[in-house]
């Protein structure tokens, strides 16, 4: 089955600075890529997916990267704000198409 | 409006005893799912059911057992609840199952306190 793993666990940024979250996932035949956040008692929520035939994405102030052929894709956050903070989680989609989550980052921005 | 949307919002009951968690959605969507949240906030995939067909089924105890009436519905059944069941369960629903897409639409989601 698919393994994830997400880095940083926990990633404290001063307010106006970027934030990058970095997920790898094992299996190749992964197509989708999603992140979500989840603020603190809330639902995990979409902020942004890429799929496979797209190497970058961006919306607004928030980016994801795709590597396929190092098997990583990453969350970019820039001019980061108090309600950025919250938990995020990488989720891609395997083989079997089930959506895996990452343990999650919590950021927390400094104001 | 709200999207998906589950019953009840938050459980306190006692070991051994059984209880249920209901899921409805006002998408259309044709697949919906169990998620399990645990302290740490570990998300892990408990069932999906595309068009009331279960086809996905984690390793779960057989305590858990899933119903889907239609494709609307998605509710869930936990029998002799044990202290590690403690954990907030989300339902949530995606247009369709497999394909290069999927966003997942969850609801609020119901925390569940076993004593």
């Known amino acids: 089955g698919e393994n994830v793993e997400q880095h940083p666990s926990t990633l404290s940024v001063q307010e106006g600075d970027s934030a990058v979250i970095k997920c790898t996932y094992s299996?190749?035949?992964?197509?989708?890529f999603p992140w979500y956040k989840q603020e603190l008692g809330k639902r995990p929520q979409l902020i942004i997916d890429?799929?496979?035939?797209?190497g970058e994405k961006k919306d607004q102030r928030i980016a994801v990267t795709l590597n396929k052929t190092a098997k990583h894709f990453s969350l970019h956050i820039t001019e980061t704000q108090p309600e950025d903070s919250a938990v995020y989680f990488c989720?891609?989609?395997?083989?079997?198409?089930?959506?895996?989550f990452g343990s999650g980052t919590r950021l927390l921005v400094r104001p | 409006d709200t999207a998906v949307s589950q019953t009840p919002k938050y459980l306190v009951t006692q070991m051994g005893n059984d209880k249920s968690i209901k899921c409805e959605q006002n998408?259309?969507?044709?697949?919906m799912y169990w998620y399990k949240q645990d302290s740490k906030k570990f998300l892990k995939i408990m069932f999906s059911?595309?068009?009331?067909?279960?086809?996905i089924n984690e390793t779960v105890p057989n305590r858990f057992s899933p119903k889907s009436p239609d494709k609307a519905h998605l509710n869930l059944h936990i029998n002799s609840l044990e202290l590690g069941d403690s954990a907030v369960y989300f339902c949530?629903?995606?247009?369709?199952?497999?394909?290069?897409?999927?966003?997942?639409?969850f609801g609020e989601g119901s925390r569940l306190t076993v004593l």
């Open positions: 299996d190749s035949a992964s197509n989708y």
């Open positions: 989720a891609p989609k395997d083989s079997s198409y089930k959506l895996i």
């Open positions: 059911y595309n068009n009331k067909e279960l086809i």
């Open positions: 949530a629903s995606s247009t369709q199952w497999g394909g290069n897409t999927g966003e997942l639409f």
């Open positions: 890429i799929r496979s035939n797209v």
């Open positions: 998408l259309g969507h044709d697949t």
